[in-house]
């Protein structure tokens, strides 16, 4: 009896173990129908990833590439952006990405925490308003919090005594996504993995890891040297475009972004409604509670590394930097959100595996707020997106009808979206994204359509200043005279 009863309970053992990877596939199943229902794949591309996708796609001329930006984005949505202009089927595949790369990441860990604190960590990091938002668009910060949890993951594996080959291989090649997709977040991420490997000498983790640096980066250096002058001169160029960088503290930008603001800047306003923001309070407390439980019982490696990774990550985005765009901590919150998930389940929970039912409750209760303000802002930040794309579309038809037909040049205010969505080249003269100068637009006048764009109400460019103007969708539209068409009214 008692050789059934042991058997029993491995069986029993046994049917958990293989159950237990489910938790995280229905996490990632799941991340995928939500993105889908609550940001509508009919949405249309942003600014930015107008800018990434016209890289590879022919809906239009490539727009202006600046400093700062990264290829990986275009290699990413090359397989659907090379052949189709199709914003639906982009956004279905970028949202399967998503969750694929979710659970190739949270499966990392498996062994380093338990499924159910690895199932709890991907909840909460995909439940965030900000990722579910930018989980399906072609953009680059999400791609680097999944790197960050596979390239910190594998370090810690390896660290642990588990199969070197495959780890090694997710290191050098999850570094290798994250400078593909941002060189610098890469280097901000990857500071303690650096730290720890040099300190404890471990040569082999250390050369995957500066391999993999090496080759997500090496196409931005070599662009560097062949577009800007130098390494040194396309970083001077990237922090005068992001306002130049140094000390300054943009906490208070963050939270204010925390409403739904997608580019704060200038960053200014009465800070939110303080339940909108508790959870971002809550998270660095419930982090330090999750170190001070993994210190507590000798395992502090695996759950210091992707703390200090994480805030490491969001260094220059809270100090170094004066505005604020909250999918720039995408992997602040990605790699936070294991030792977070730990400590909750600590607090519902007797070491002995019993529930504290008051813990329980409140933690539930929290959770459940949690989740509706996230699905409140997200609400909101779809609606408004959806609008101010919709009007980029429509006021791209208003050019069409106004006889600026491709091939074509769009110039001034928000030329680059407008551009895109009138499937002209945009061009700008002054600015951030200066790639052009006033006498070789007049000469493209000569040659094919050319309008110029104005806030409604705001002085437009000198050049096109005597040309006919057309007020729509909160723009006035200047249309060069050799570009008018028969129906321009």
């Known amino acids: 009896m008692a050789d059934t009863a042991t058997a029993t309970r491995t069986t029993r053992t046994e049917t958990v173990r293989l159950a237990r990877p489910g938790a995280t596939a229905l996490v990632a199943a799941a991340f995928v129908l939500v993105q889908l229902l609550f940001v ?22 490539a727009a202006f590439f600046s400093a700062p930006r990264a290829r990986g984005v275009p290699l990413l949505a090359a397989p659907i952006a090379s052949w189709t202009s199709s914003t639906e089927l982009l956004r279905i595949y970028f949202a399967v990405l998503a969750a694929l790369g979710l659970y190739l990441a949270l499966r990392v860990w498996r062994g ?13 990091f995909a439940t965030l308003w900000v990722t579910l938002f930018y989980g399906p668009q ?11 949890l596979i390239c910190a993951g594998c370090v810690l594996r390896v660290r642990a005594g588990r199969p070197g080959g495959p780890a090694l291989w997710g290191v050098a090649g999850s570094a290798a996504l994250m400078a593909l997709m941002r060189p610098t977040d890469a280097v901000w991420v990857t500071l303690p993995l650096l730290v720890l490997l040099l300190a404890v000498r471990h040569r ?82 419930l982090a330090a509670l999750g170190l001070w439980l993994a210190v507590r019982a000798r395992r502090t490696e695996r759950t210091l590394v992707p703390l200090a990774c994480g805030l490491t990550a969001g260094i220059p985005y809270l100090f170094l930097i004066g505005y604020a765009a909250p999918r720039f901590l995408l992997p602040f919150y990605a790699l936070l959100a294991l030792p977070v998930a730990d400590a909750l389940w600590h607090l519902v929970r007797r070491p002995g595996g019993n529930w504290r039912p008051a813990a329980a409750a409140l933690v539930a209760v929290g959770l459940a707020g949690h989740l509706a303000v996230q699905g409140a802002v997200l609400h909101s ?10 009007n980029w579309a429509r006021t791209g038809d208003e050019l069409h009808r106004l006889g600026v037909q491709p091939p074509c040049l769009v110039t001034g205010f928000e030329s680059i979206p407008l551009g895109y969505y009138t499937g002209c080249a945009s061009g700008n003269t002054i600015g951030h994204n200066a790639n052009t100068t006033k006498a070789a637009v007049l000469a493209e006048t000569r040659r094919r359509p050319v309008a110029t764009v104005a806030r409604t109400g705001s002085t437009p460019p000198g050049y096109a200043r005597s040309w006919p103007r057309h007020r729509f969708g909160g723009f006035d539209l200047y249309v ?4 008018r068409g028969s129906g321009d009214g």
């Open 138 to 148: 072609a953009m680059p910060n999400y791609w680097v919090a999944i790197g960050a």
């Open 40 to 61: 509508p794949p009919r949405m249309g591309l942003g600014w930015d990833e107008i800018v990434y996708v016209s890289q590879v796609g022919d809906h239009a001329p």
């Open 204 to 285: 082999r983790l250390l050369a995957a890891l500066l391999v993999g640096l090496a080759a997500g980066a090496a196409e931005w250096v070599i662009e560097a040297y062949v577009s800007y002058g130098g390494l040194t001169e396309r970083l001077d160029e990237a922090s005068r475009i992001q306002g130049g960088l140094g000390w300054n503290v943009a906490v208070g930008d963050q939270l204010r972004s925390l409403t739904g603001r997608a580019l704060c800047r200038p960053c200014t306003g009465d800070l939110p409604n303080p339940l909108i923001v508790l959870w971002w309070f809550a998270l660095p407390v």
């Open 381 to 390: 930040v779809v609606g408004r997106t959806v609008d101010a794309r919709d």
């Open 112 to 124: 380093l925490f338990p499924e159910r604190v690895l199932a709890t960590a991907g909840a909460l």
């Open 480 to 483: 060069a005279p050799a570009a």
